[in-house]
Every structure is written in structure tokens, then in C-alpha cells.
């Protein structure tokens, strides 16, 4: 069974750092493409970034390029969204997701919440 | 970046009744367009990708067509388990600039 753990969110004052991780479990993590997803209170989906199997590719969205860093640790099954220079609009619940044979998501963790205020 | 854009935005069905929910995209995304169903308090669940293809345990009233830049997600007969938002998601990544999501559709009780 597939199994998605966040951990890592919390209160950050604007301008602070916070590096979220995510536990993966019941699959061969390096076969597959990890993303982050996030979700402003009230709000819709917004993807966030993404990173490949080996770890050798990733991609950000332009709201988070310069300040988010995506890698991954295989032989740890870890995931993880280095988050720097945050700022009140990056308050969401933060999702990890397994990518299917491309980078769609087909499973999900539960989220972690980010408040970034002062 | 490409733009994903959904229609309507809420939509009232009995039901029983059949649902269809719009995507477009603001470039050809080719086939690369999944579609998520969230309901409150929960992670999205992945229904649809590849346009058209049901993922795992996803019952056979789900369905999805389209390609290029107009996509529908069709409920044919809705249950009370699927009133829900419906998001869509495009992951062509051409031109780069991510695999961004639909703004959401809410399907909502008649």
C-alpha cells in the first residue's frame, strides 16, 4: 500500500525557512517522480514543484522559483521542500504526491500546514 | 506558462443525473490533462489521466475525452459519494512552466 507522510510545517514568521518532508512507503520510490502540491485555505489546488526519480530534473512554479528548493534522498524513501524567504501567500496545507508514469499524481499524502505570519 | 481554465465554475445536479464538467487549456497540452476529485477535509484523488484513462477503483460512470485544448469530465449518473470539487491538471511541460491546475468546479447538491 502506498503511504505518503508530511511532516515538517508549523508557524514561520514572513521572510523565515522551513523545510518540509515527506515519508514514502509501499513503493520503489526512485522508479517514480514526486511532486508538491499546495492549498491556500479556502482556495483551489496549486501546484508547487516537482522533482524526477534519479533527482536529476526538477521544476518549480514561477510563484516559487528562486525560493523553493525540491529534492529527494532514495535511500531514505524521502521527499523534501526546502522553503526559503517565505512570505504570507505561501500559507497553504502543502501536499506530497507520487507521479504516475508522468507528472500527474496518483496518490497523495494528507498534507502538512505552512502559516507563515508575524 | 499554460493556462488551465474550468466551466462552470459551480454546478447544481440531481441525483441520479449526469454531470459534465469543462477544461481548457490555453495551449495544446496534446493528451497530458488528469482530473482530481477533492472533498473537504481530504487530499484530491486522482480519477482520470491521459485524458481519458480511469486510474485504479475509479467507478466506470467516470469518464474523460478530449485533447489539444478542450477536455470534459463526464459523471453519467451522480451518487451522493460524488458530490465533491473537480479539478483538472495539465502535465505536458511545453512550453515549460509547470503542470498547473484548473481553478476547480464544485458539483453541488440540486
Known amino acids: 500500500e502506498v503511504q505518503l507522510l508530511e511532516s515538517g510545517g508549523g508557524l514561520v514568521q514572513p521572510g523565515g525557512s522551513l523545510r518540509l518532508s515527506c515519508a514514502a512507503s509501499?513503493?520503489?520510490?526512485?522508479?517514480?517522480?514526486m511532486s508538491w502540491v499546495r492549498q491556500a485555505p479556502g482556495k483551489g489546488l496549486e501546484w508547487v514543484s516537482a522533482i524526477s526519480g534519479s533527482g536529476g530534473i526538477t521544476y518549480y512554479a514561477d510563484s516559487v522559483k528562486g525560493r523553493f528548493t525540491v529534492s529527494r534522498d532514495n535511500s531514505k524513501n524521502t521527499v523534501y521542500l526546502q522553503m526559503n524567504s517565505l512570505r504570507a501567500e505561501d500559507t497553504a496545507v502543502y501536499y506530497c504526491?507520487?507521479?504516475?508514469?508522468?507528472?500527474?499524481?496518483?496518490?497523495w499524502g494528507q498534507g502538512t500546514l505552512v502559516t507563515v505570519s508575524s | 506558462e499554460i493556462v488551465v481554465t474550468q466551466s462552470p465554475g459551480t454546478l447544481s445536479v440531481a441525483p441520479g443525473e449526469r454531470a459534465t464538467l469543462s477544461c481548457r487549456a490555453s495551449?495544446?497540452?496534446?493528451?497530458?490533462l488528469a482530473w482530481y476529485q477533492q472533498k473537504p477535509g481530504q487530499a484530491p484523488r486522482l480519477l482520470i489521466y491521459?485524458?481519458?484513462t480511469r486510474a485504479t477503483g475509479i467507478p466506470a460512470r467516470f469518464s474523460g475525452r478530449g485533447s489539444g485544448t478542450e477536455f470534459t469530465l463526464t459523471i453519467s449518473s451522480l451518487q451522493s459519494e460524488d458530490f465533491a470539487i473537480y479539478y483538472c491538471q495539465q502535465y505536458n511541460n511545453w512550453p515549460p512552466g509547470g503542470f498547473t491546475f484548473g481553478p476547480g468546479t464544485k458539483v453541488d447538491i440540486k
Open positions: 504526491a507520487k507521479c504516475g508514469s508522468y507528472y500527474f499524481s496518483d496518490y
Open positions: 509501499g513503493f520503489i520510490l526512485r522508479s517514480y517522480g
Open positions: 491521459g485524458a481519458s
Open positions: 495551449q495544446s497540452v496534446s493528451s497530458n
